[in-house]
């Protein structure tokens, strides 16, 4: 029974992981009805596991369970993705206060190699795919180089809802901000080098807000 109980388990974690990543990938879009029975079928899997990983992401709010309409994939309003990246700052400012001390040589050399990927040109949609994962890769080290697993664990949620807002908002004068966005991620290795926690916060604080008023005016655009 205890082997059984396991494997449950391990059912329902691999739905959620698949359900999530076909979420923030965008194969499923914002305000997408999802059909649980249908789920299933193409999963291979019982209902069961289905429903609790639904429940999984509606606690993290990355689904909408509506009474007597269904169940969506979430979309996020301007002041949602406000609130998101005031407390991904936060996030990302304390994890930077802990990474100036804590961050090894090997994270700080895959941090240049970021920048260097970053920095080519993106003229396909392939391209995009692989700048936006360099550019959350980067923020990623500086949070994992804190060493506070909870803490990663509240970045990588509300990242989920950043990506959801982007897929929805499509961002299309994200090119002409790329210069920019290079020239902060600079600044950000800059100071983790030098191991300068103050010039950290304020080049995060930065680079996260600018990202912030451009995705909000998008969205309230649309």
Not at 9 to 30: F, G, H, N, T, W
Not at 204 to 219: C, F
């Amino acid at each position: 029974m205890e082997l059984e109980k396991i494997q449950r388990e391990r059912a329902v974690d691999a739905v959620y992981q698949a359900l999530r990543q076909a979420i923030v990938s965008s194969l499923m879009k914002p305000g997408e009805r999802l059909n649980v029975d249908e789920l299933a079928r193409k999963l291979g899997v019982s209902l069961t596991p289905v429903r609790s990983a639904i429940q999984q992401l509606a606690n993290e709010g990355l689904v909408e369970i509506r009474p007597r309409s269904g169940t969506f994939v979430a979309s996020l309003s301007p002041q949602d993705v406000e609130e998101t990246f005031e407390i991904r700052c936060a996030l990302e400012q304390l994890a930077g206060e802990k990474a100036v001390a804590n961050i090894k040589p090997a994270a700080l050399k895959r941090l240049r190699g970021l920048l260097r990927s970053l920095a080519r040109p993106t003229r396909s949609d392939e391209d995009r795919k692989a700048h936006e994962q360099d550019n959350s890769e980067l923020h990623r080290i500086i949070v994992e180089a804190a060493g506070n697993r909870r803490l990663l664990e509240m970045y990588e949620a509300l990242n989920a809802h950043i990506k959801i807002a982007r897929i929805h908002s499509a961002e299309a004068n994200w090119p002409a901000r790329m210069e920019q966005e290079q020239a902060e991620h600079e600044e950000i290795v800059n100071a983790l080098e030098k191991r300068d926690a103050a010039a950290l916060a304020r080049v995060l604080r930065r680079h996260i807000y600018r990202a912030k008023d451009a995705l909000v005016a998008t969205l309230r655009a649309r």
